[in-house]
């Protein structure tokens, strides 16, 4: 069974300040996991990804997410948010088994950067 | 390069209806999978496809089928539609079965009334 839990609803923060959305999964065997973010009636768009090696990965638009084993979680980051950044953000799992293609998501966290 | 692309963005059917949702993949992806996005809620995954056969199904029942053409696009095709059915529905690609991430495309809004 694979799935992620996102614990907050909505992270407001003030514009320049570090942006930090929570992410903790759970997945038989080795984990591949994904941010994800969601403008109003958009599909997805694909931020960045930890597969294998160094624990800190680095994505598009200045955001980063740390990779911890031991805690299961995949934290995102990004220094110093923009009012720009205000959308929804979906952390997502998926087991690395060979030919498993089912993502499993949490259930989003609203992201809202006060100027 | 074009990115993942659905059709129709929108759709509105009546309750017992049937209905066809499109997709087109990445350029170079042959995987297809379908998501269910209920308003206020995280995509749930349908079902996948690969090599024209589905792959792998989440917890659907059978009134969702699907199908993979040879040019890799996809169909998602829902039976006798229920009020419940209403939600985005997102198609994703990606190339072959490894590590690489999905592309969404923007997804088909679905009313059933």
């Known amino acids: 069974a694979q799935s992620v839990a996102q614990p907050e609803d909505q992270v407001n923060v003030a514009e320049g300040n570090p942006l930090t959305v929570k992410c903790t999964y759970s997945v038989s065997g080795n984990p591949y996991l994904f941010w994800y973010v969601q403008y109003p009636n958009r599909g997805l768009q694909f931020l960045l990804k930890?597969?294998?090696?160094?624990?800190l990965v680095k994505g598009s638009y200045g955001f980063e997410a740390e990779f911890n084993k031991s805690q299961t979680s995949f934290h995102l980051k990004k220094p110093s948010a923009l009012v720009s950044d205000s959308a929804l953000y979906f952390c997502a799992v998926r087991s690395a088994s060979y030919g498993n293609n089912r993502l499993a998501f949490g259930k989003g966290n609203q992201v809202v950067v006060i100027p | 390069d074009a990115g993942v692309t659905q059709s129709p963005t929108h759709l509105i059917k009546t309750r017992g209806q049937q209905v066809t949702l499109r997709c087109s993949p990445k350029s170079g992806h042959d995987t297809v999978s379908w998501y269910q996005q209920a308003l206020g809620q995280g995509p749930q995954f349908i079902f996948q496809y690969y090599e024209e056969e589905e792959r792998q199904r989440g917890n659907f029942p059978d009134r969702f089928s699907g199908h993979q053409f040879p040019n890799y696009s996809s169909e998602l095709n829902v039976n006798a539609l229920l009020l419940g059915d209403s939600a985005l529905y997102l198609c994703?690609?990606?190339?072959?079965?490894?590590?690489?991430?999905?592309?969404f495309g923007q997804g088909t809004r679905l009313t059933v009334v």
């Open positions: 994703a690609s990606r190339p072959g079965q490894g590590r690489t991430e999905a592309f």
């Open positions: 930890y597969i294998t090696g160094d624990n």
